[in-house]
T-cell receptor
Framework: DTGVSQNPRHKITKRGQNVTFRCDPI?????LYWYRQTLGQGPEFLTY????????KSRLLSDRFSAERPKGSFSTLEIQRTEQGDSAMYLC???????????????FGEGSWLTVV | AQSVTQLDSQVPVFEEAPVELRCNYS??????LFWYVQYPNQGLQLLLK??????LVKGINGFEAEFNKSQTSFHLRKPSVHISDTAEYFC????????????????FGKGTHLIIQP
């Protein structure tokens, strides 16, 4: 496995602009997650896909946020009309409950840092 | 609903000394338990996990954790720390009931910053 890949790793944007992050999960992992982590806090769940279907969204995911996983492989997280409060690290993770022995292990990428100025 | 409490936001310890990072959880159902480590400006790396079986779980980098159901705890230990262990450590819980479908997303504690002093 090559691991979960995220890009860009860092993004600085002006308030009001749109940003998009991409996540490439571990190959054959059918579950993909997005988390948000702010300074001094643990990651907070945002949303979750099984294959191409978005099955759950946290109340943290306002209508300015949209996530897609069109072909059940990579995913994008778009934030529209960014606000300073959106500044955080956005973590992508993947898992595969069908893979024997992995249990419910979720593997994380290195994250995408967003700074809204 | 489930929650995770990491009792110490910061733990300073001298190099080669033992360390214990505390984690307590609450859940109305059986859970899976995890410890993740996060080095500066990086994502999370799995240290170890408890799914079932032996309550003493060994992980990478010499860490181990013990699941105590009666005390709802999953404390992380290392007998001798190294300067490279300086990092943020997160305890997390996942609801067993979701393992067959739905979200098995993790609920994290706020983290414990392990500071190794030379």
């Amino acid at each position: 496995d090559t691991g979960v890949s995220q890009n860009p790793r860092h993004k600085i944007t002006k308030r009001g602009q749109n940003v998009t992050f991409r996540c490439d999960p571990i190959s054959e992992h059918n579950r993909l997650y997005w988390y948000r982590q702010t300074l001094g806090q643990g990651p907070e769940f945002l949303t979750y896909f099984q294959n191409e279907a978005q099955l759950e969204k946290s109340r943290l995911l306002s209508d300015r946020f949209s996530a897609e996983r069109p072909k059940g492989s990579f995913s994008t997280l778009e934030i529209q009309r960014t606000e300073q409060g959106d500044s955080a690290m956005y973590l992508c993770a993947s898992s595969s409950p069908r893979r024997g022995g992995s249990g419910n292990t979720i593997y994380f990428g290195e994250g995408s840092w967003l700074t809204v100025v | 609903a489930q929650s995770v409490t990491q009792l110490d936001s910061q733990v300073p310890v001298f190099e080669e000394a033992p360390v214990e990072l505390r984690c307590n959880y609450s859940s109305s159902v059986s859970v899976y338990l995890f410890w993740y480590v996060q080095y500066p400006n990086q994502g999370l790396q799995l240290l170890l996990k408890y799914l079932s079986g032996s309550t003493l779980v060994k992980g990478i980098n010499g860490f181990e954790a013990e699941f105590n159901k009666s005390q709802t705890s999953f404390h992380l230990r290392k007998p001798s720390v190294h300067i490279s262990d300086t990092a943020e450590y997160f305890c997390a819980v996942s609801d067993r009931l979701y393992s067959g479908g739905g979200a098995d997303g993790l609920t994290f504690g706020k983290g414990t910053h392990l500071i190794i002093q030379p």
